[in-house]
């Protein structure tokens, strides 16, 4: 009996093998839909092959699928979140349905996880170029996730405070955090309030990392303003304001590091 599982088992694979192989046939003479329906039968052997989710993927978008698309691509991420390919699906997926912001975020993410791939990089250029051609476009609305827009909400609440708390004579210079947090040591470098401005663009762009080229393109935005809503424009300076509320943090993680041009 355990040569018969075991045999049964080997022709599963072998099975699956040949499934895959046909997709990938199919695909390279775009045939996207017997692709589709090939890769399908053998995700139905093996679901949580992560490969085959995103061929399956790159077929759907070929197809104008691109809710499937993404679909495949998120359940290859929820079983491996560094799988590049994964992210690269689901970052091509995302531009297809017009979430462009998603996409340059996602291509920005996969070029950190493998910087050598021309195609994440094409990708932030096509992502970008479409947003700028997007602008004054009264039939798009660009879309924000949910979290991101609560924690932009709670970063422009928190400035708001922390200007009042100045103007009132309150800890505008960083000691009544350092009290609060005295358990942790942090009162051992006091904090001196340095405008981003003034901050040494190469400093700001090793604090930011990848996101310092979001910033540029941000800024270039705003200082362009043509065709730009008010609605854009909130949400630009809204990003801005939560780079340079993430360029403070980590800059007062190291003072010694806040060099003035």
């Not at 072998?14 to 329906?37: P, S």
């Not at 103007?167 to 350092?178: E, K, S, V």
């Not at 190469?202 to 800024?219: H, N, P, R, T, V």
Request: glycine fraction near 10%; include cysteine.
């Amino acid at each position: 009996m355990g040569d018969n599982l075991g045999e049964s088992a080997q022709n599963s694979v072998v099975t699956f093998q040949t499934l895959a192989a046909e997709g990938d046939i199919m695909t390279q003479r775009g045939n996207y839909a017997e692709a589709i329906t090939a890769y399908t039968k053998a995700l139905q052997m093996k679901p949580e092959d992560k490969h085959c989710l995103v061929a399956r993927a790159r077929c759907y978008i070929a197809a104008g699928q691109a809710a499937e698309a993404l679909e495949d691509a998120n359940t290859a991420l929820r079983l491996d979140p560094t799988f590049f390919r994964g992210v690269l699906q689901k970052a091509e997926a995302l531009y297809a349905q017009g979430d462009f912001e998603l996409a340059l975020m996602f291509y920005h993410r996969g070029t950190a996880l493998r910087p050598e791939l021309a195609a994440f990089r094409i990708g932030i250029q096509k992502a970008r170029e479409a947003i700028e051609n997007s602008i004054g476009n009264p039939n798009r609305r660009i879309r924000v996730p949910e979290k991101l827009r609560r924690n932009w909400q709670q970063i422009t609440l928190a400035s708001g405070n922390e200007m009042a708390r100045n103007a009132t004579g309150g800890h505008g210079n960083g000691h009544g955090n350092a009290a609060r947090n005295g358990a942790r040591g942090a009162d051992k470098f006091p904090v001196v309030n340095v405008p981003i401005g003034q901050l040494n663009p190469a400093y700001e762009s090793k604090l930011l990392g990848e996101m310092y080229e979001d910033k540029l393109f941000l800024k270039s935005l705003l200082e362009d303003g043509s065709g730009m809503t008010d609605d854009l424009n909130q949400l630009v300076q809204n990003g801005l304001s939560y780079l340079d509320s993430r360029v403070q943090f980590w800059r007062q993680q190291n003072p010694k590091g806040a060099m003035r041009v």
